[in-house]
């Protein structure tokens, strides 16, 4: 039987599968070694949005994947202030809050979300409060099924952590058992032209990402993965 992987790391392929057709440049894809989903192979952060308003549906129904994201105990703890342009003053509120360089290019995006999670939980078995030190890894979740969400309908997100969350707890009233954590610019994928410079060439660049013999070990920390033979892994 053949081995799930050969002893060395294979070279990446820079179509995003081992045997996938050349994609759209504005596609970005990174160079991969396995096959992954589309949804995840063509996701990447844009800075250029387009002027052309989001889909209430699409919108919800990012919001719904979200609400469907595992988390420890069913605590879901994931919270979300949702900004639209010219409907209402969150957009405005969440704006003043990004970073200068964030404000740069972010005003182009027509959907700003800011993302939440409340720091504890009630614990089952001593009914009552108690820290919840996973909240972040689960608010993780429902923020990555937020984008493939918004990935499988043709929309675009880039997470931000360039923001002051205390000026967003005062802006938005949030309760002090909720941490802001990142914010997220959506919609639709504009033109790289209407950056600056600057950006522009960021924004025109290859993603790049570490090579899986980085960050998957073996036996033990810093051993990678493929000094192991997983054949026998495969007839155990």
């Known amino acids: 039987m053949t081995s799930l992987m050969s002893a060395t ?28 989903m589309a949804a995840i192979l063509e996701r990447w952060s844009p800075r250029s949005f387009a002027d052309r308003p989001v889909e209430p549906e699409k919108l919800l129904s990012m919001f719904e994947a979200a609400r469907l994201a595992p988390s420890a105990h069913n605590t ?9 342009q010219g409907a209402g003053i969150g957009y405005d509120r969440l704006f003043r809050c990004l970073s200068t360089g964030n404000q740069l290019w972010a005003h ?18 001593e009914a009552e409060p108690v820290p ?19 990935q499988s309908v043709g929309l675009f997100c880039h997470p931000m952590a360039g923001f002051d969350p205390e000026q967003a ?6 309760p002090p058992l909720f941490e802001p954590m990142v914010v997220i610019a959506a919609g639709y994928l504009g033109a790289p032209e209407s950056l600056p410079p600057d950006l ?30 997983l054949s026998e892994a495969e007839s155990a």
């Not at 081992?18 to 994609?23: A, K, P, R, V």
């Not at 707890?169 to 949030?174: A, S």
């Not at 290859?206 to 070990?217: C, D, I, K, Q, Y």
């Open 132 to 150: 919840y030190p996973h909240c972040m890894h689960d608010l993780g979740l429902a923020v990555m099924s937020l984008i493939l969400q918004a």
């Open 200 to 229: 522009r060439q960021r924004e025109e660049s290859p993603r790049t990402r570490r090579p899986l013999s980085e960050l998957v070990f073996g036996d033990t920390w810093g051993q990678s993965l493929w000094q192991l033979d």
């Open 76 to 84: 879901q703890p994931a919270r979300f202030i949702v900004g639209c």
């Open 108 to 125: 182009s995006a027509r959907v700003l979300i800011l993302a939440a999670a409340i720091r504890t939980r009630l614990s089952q078995r």
């Open 9 to 36: 790391e294979p070279t990446p392929s820079p179509s995003g599968k081992l045997h996938q057709e050349q994609q759209p440049p504005r596609h970005k894809l990174v160079a991969t070694s396995y096959p992954a």
């Open 169 to 174: 707890r005062r802006e938005f009233e949030i």
